[in-house]
């Protein structure tokens, strides 16, 4: 996405470190506009569960909400579009290796926001989100590419559900489905929730790969 003041962008990616090892350039640093994508980012978040997945309550959105915006996912998001790369940082910074830093990476992503929001408005903000597809998983495991995928197509963000559970205590075996609003795309066994949930993300991607 261009936007139409460039000088946004690169204020959203001046660390304040840069800034101090620069006072003759008086540059701007991305924390004010970090406050504000911080606040755009949890707006754009709340109103993308809300439209897709209408039967979670108060509560389910609220946890999910803040696994979308969280640190980790963040991060993962900047990582995935190398924002490390074209951030200026301060020679301490950069040889410390803060490029790579989850901190310095998902604060610069919600100052990008901020840019995009103060450029574009608050539509283009949500349209960068969805494509960005900022995930709670940061590996890029089953579920983490379910949610990329079902977010880029707008349908929002996959739910898991224990459809039943056997087995004795000790050796106990889940049956895990996956929906997204109220399709069923998929389900999965394995002998921890966290498996079942990723067997059920890859056989539902393996059905939309077949589909196509």
Known sequence: MELRHPQL???ALTHSSWAHEHPELAASDNERLEFLGDAVIELVAAETLYRHDAD?????????????????????????????????????????GGRDLDSLLANAMEAV?????LDRGLRAAAAAFTRLAVTTDAGGNHKGR???????EGAGVPRYEVAATSGPSHRRNYRVEVWVGKERLGEGEGS??????QAAASRALDARTRAD
């Open 9 to 11: 962008l690169e204020q």
């Open 56 to 96: 979670a309550g108060e509560g389910a959105l609220t946890l999910r909400r803040a696994a979308l915006v969280s640190t980790g996912a963040l991060a993962a998001a900047a990582r995935r579009i190398q924002l490390g790369r074209y951030l200026r940082v301060g020679h301490g910074v950069d040889n410390a």
């Open 113 to 117: 926001f901020g840019a995009i929001y």
């Open 146 to 152: 379910l949610q990329e995928l079902t977010q880029s």
């Open 192 to 197: 921890t929730l966290r498996s079942a949930e």
